[in-house]
């Protein structure tokens, strides 16, 4: 079981910067992959970027070249920073942990955080 906090949000004019922190908490936090979800109102959650437990990464076309992932294994903690931020990115983040188990049979685990709050705007 992962517990997963996330923390970070807030209002942001366009062109400033944010950096999100998602805390875990229950379990094996350096064997997840982990990952960032955004979610404007009336519209789908949608990936932003990915980190891989190897330390890999992927980004959205939208935010590619502004936004970074990083992890703190030591720290438990999954970062996003982010730049140059537009009105567009402008949702609730969640922060996500999955793994794959592999034995006998193969066992999935996926887990959220409650969301927080990013809103760029003048």
């Known amino acids: 079981q992962v517990q997963l906090v996330e923390s970070g949000g807030g209002l942001v004019q366009p062109g400033g910067s944010l950096r999100l922190s998602c805390a875990a908490s229950g379990s094996i936090f350096s064997m997840y992959n982990m990952g960032w979800y955004r979610q404007a109102p009336g519209e789908e959650r949608e990936l932003v970027a990915r980190i891989s437990n190897g330390g890999s990464t992927d980004y959205a076309d939208s935010v590619k070249g502004r936004f970074t992932i990083s992890r703190d294994n030591a720290k438990n903690t999954v970062y996003l920073q982010m730049n140059t931020l537009k009105p567009e990115d402008t949702a609730v983040y969640y922060c996500?942990?999955?793994?794959?188990?592999?034995?006998?049979?193969?066992?999935?685990?996926?887990?959220w955080g409650q969301g927080t709050q990013v809103t760029v705007s003048s």
């Open positions: 996500n942990a999955n793994r794959r188990v592999s034995g006998l049979t193969i066992k999935l685990f996926d887990y």
